[in-house]
């Protein structure tokens, strides 16, 4: 469940957002890990930072293309992000990915919008460069997938100029640094433009959590 922010400061709106995010983790790991695997062990292993910066004017370039060809069709910055998630996915798992039978091979992907300036709440003027603070988790089937992606130069080349990347900072991921209210650093920053936003309400879209869960039917 979203966490409830009603009449909350930017600050706690982030920490509440931060700290369900870690919840979404460990609960993820919990039901990847091996069963006498420490849960550390499994996040360094499996756990990546990741800020996705783009090429505007590539992207806006790529947008205007398509639209001529299959009529308007604008993506916001976080429909890249599931389109680049469904990419490695179809790399890493194969073609038929999206089946149910391979949902439990798709590694967990938080994906927030930031805007240069966010950390200074008061301060901060016109949004502008739109980019992308990311926590992910491979599960073991696909980790050393993605690792041999990011050796191959080539290939990572070819993916960051399909989705119009200018740039991928990739970390590995450490959530136990955390703070003094107990949500992990890593989530926090992740997760800082959303309190901001939440009062300004001028952007709609500033968060995606993948796979996207499918509620089971029953029979």
Known sequence: MQPSHAHLSSHSITSQYASWFDDRINEFIEAHKGKFEPTSFFKRQNGFFITISFDHASRKQRQEDSERIDGPNSKSTLDTFTDLYNYLCR????RNYHRPSFHDLKPLAIGCLDMNGSRYWKSMGEKENPHIHSIWIFTDQTR????????????LLSI???????????????????????????????????????????????????PIEHARSKH
Do not use: C
């Open 91 to 94: 790399i890493l798992i194969g």
């Open 144 to 155: 050393d997938g993605f690792l041999k992606l990011l050796a191959d130069k080539q290939r």
């Open 160 to 210: 960051k100029e399909r989705f119009s990347i200018r740039e991928l900072d990739i970390q590995q991921l450490d959530l136990d640094d955390r703070n003094p209210t107990d949500e992990s650093r890593v989530s926090s920053y992740t997760a800082k433009f959303i309190g901001h936003n939440n009062h300004q309400l001028t952007i709609s879209d500033d968060f995606r959590i993948l």
